[in-house]
């Protein structure tokens, strides 16, 4: 099977603007998290999408937003760029049935704003 | 919330030397960890977990306990070649359906 991918790989943008982020997750997979990845912060957990839904939220600001679309792929969004988003995001997908509820990450989208 | 706390930040061994990273959760309704290899510019890669029923589990060179009454698991690496090098992250999760909480990372390097 295809592992976890996400688009685009890099990203540059400035201050105000606003980014969006996609992840498509193993065939199969309905699970979709989200996790910001910097040096000082470590994985943050931003959210989780489950069949079109999401299902768990992490502490960020409503500027951070995603869904999911019915073939599991799902977008994340983040509005009104700050210096401070400036991070690897990082997607991962799980089964999420069954009891199963391993994650396999994506490469991530590394965002630079200015 | 679960909160996670992993040390040591960085660790240095000799090739052939033990490393063990240690981390203790809050939670005590978490009953999944797992354990994250990130070598230097790649994804995050799962290496080894463990559930709660579970007190110990080993895959060859790599074995993690989990101390349920005191909070906290431990990932054991004997062996150690500097392909282990790389910043490894532990997480709790309360399971099926539940979000991670990683730790902040422990940057594992192998001299030769």
């Known amino acids: 099977k295809a592992g976890v991918t996400q688009t685009p790989r890099y990203l540059i943008k400035t201050r105000g603007q606003q980014v969006t982020l996609s992840c498509s997750p193993i065939?199969?997979?309905?699970?979709v998290s989200w996790y910001q990845q910097t040096p000082g912060q470590g994985l943050q957990f931003l959210f989780e999408?489950?069949?079109?839904?999401?299902?768990n939220k992490g502490n960020f600001p409503g500027r951070f937003s995603g869904r999911q679309f019915s073939n599991s792929r799902s977008e994340m969004n983040v509005s009104t760029l700050e210096l401070g988003d400036s991070a690897l995001y990082l997607c991962?997908?799980?089964?999420?049935?069954?009891?199963?509820?391993?994650?396999?990450f994506g490469p991530g989208t590394r965002l630079t704003v200015l | 919330g679960e909160n996670v706390e992993q040390h040591p930040s960085t660790l240095s061994v000799q090739e052939g030397d033990s490393a063990v990273i240690k981390c203790t959760y809050s939670?005590?309704?978490?009953?999944?960890f797992p354990w994250y290899k990130q070598e230097l510019g790649k994804r995050p890669q799962l290496i080894i977990d463990?559930?709660?029923?579970?007190g110990e589990k080993k895959d060859q060179r790599i074995a993690v306990t989990l101390n349920k009454t005191a909070k906290h698991f431990s990932l054991h690496i004997t062996e150690t070649q500097p392909e282990d090098s790389a910043v490894y992250f532990c997480?709790?999760?309360?399971?099926?359906?539940?979000?991670?909480?990683f730790g902040p990372g422990t940057r594992l390097s192998v001299l030769p």
């Open positions: 463990i559930r709660s029923n579970v």
């Open positions: 997480a709790a999760s309360k399971g099926y359906g539940q979000n991670f909480v």
């Open positions: 939670d005590s309704a978490s009953n999944y």
């Open positions: 999408y489950f069949s079109e839904t999401q299902r």
């Open positions: 991962a997908s799980a089964l999420s049935t069954g009891g199963s509820n391993e994650q396999f």
């Open positions: 065939s199969g997979h309905r699970s």
